[in-house]
């Protein structure tokens, strides 16, 4: 077995959420979404990207629901 990460398991663990957030879980939705960074360390800088991408989506999916509370 090598230290190299497997694509799949590191796509799993960016994969989004349901977007769907009851009132009183805004900060655990946030940190699940700024948990995604810590995959950085294992991602080519080069993939770095799509993985702020993904998260810069998701904060605003979930500022978007706050005025719907």
């Known amino acids: 077995m090598t230290d190299t ?3 799949g398991a590191l796509a799993d663990r960016l994969k989004p959420q349901d977007p769907v957030i009851e009132a009183d879980d805004y ?4 940190e699940e ?3 995604r960074l810590e995959a950085l360390p294992d991602l080519p800088v080069t993939d770095h990207v799509s993985v702020f991408e993904g998260v810069q989506q998701r904060l605003s999916e979930i500022l978007s ?3 719907d509370v």
Do not use: E, I, K, S
Request: charged residues 10%.
């Open 5 to 7: 990460p497997n694509p």
């Open 27 to 30: 900060q655990g939705a946030v």
């Open 33 to 35: 979404a700024l948990g």
């Open 65 to 67: 629901n706050v005025d």
